[in-house]
């Protein structure tokens, strides 16, 4: 059975190909034959994701989904993960979830296998709720200190807002330097989004 394996980080101080090999051993260890790796660095709250697209469009029915925990492929609202997991269904792929043994059953039949379904489902929808409640969580947090800091020191800035300003600076540099570059090849060479690129090409005008 052809297996695609999903490896997703947050931010990128962090590793998404962290668990590449632990996800490659246990491909091997269940028979599984890797076709393909998807390695990113974005939130999971986002459902356009550019390597998970990629893998979508690419994977065949019957193909497996490996990822390594439940978190790793979703903090989507709920719109947005019952979205994927329609997309998910559509194209006919198994959800494997290294950390979720009721996931690792390729194939069981008869009464047993609608029972393990069943309870499948029931952990993957708990973790995913988990993971989102989870994120949520790091939101209210993250925007309670930013109030208490601003309630401190009035005159305060988030750092990033310097580090935005070099950004649109680099961008606009870029943009004079080469008028005929294309806004992709400008976002690569700031390191930066295309989306990025687009909105400082609106603010010039």
Known sequence: MNAHLYLRASTKDQDANRAKVALEAFAAGKGLTIT???????????????????????????????VESVDRLSRLSQVDWEALKVTIKAKGL????????????MA???IAGEVLKVINDMLIELMAT?????????????NEGLKNKRIAEPDWKPAGKSKNAALHEQVKSLMAKHPTMSADQIAKLADCGVATVYRIKREMK
């Open 94 to 105: 198994r959800l494997v979830i290294a950390d979720l043994p009721t996931s690792w059953q």
């Open 108 to 110: 069981a039949d008869g």
């Open 130 to 142: 988990m993971a989102r409640l989870d994120q949520d969580k790091r939101v209210e947090r993250i």
């Open 36 to 66: 393909g790796v998807y390695s990113e660095n974005i939130s999971g709250t986002k459902l356009n994701r550019p390597e998970l697209m990629r893998l979508l469009d690419t994977a065949k029915g019957g193909d497996v989904l490996l």
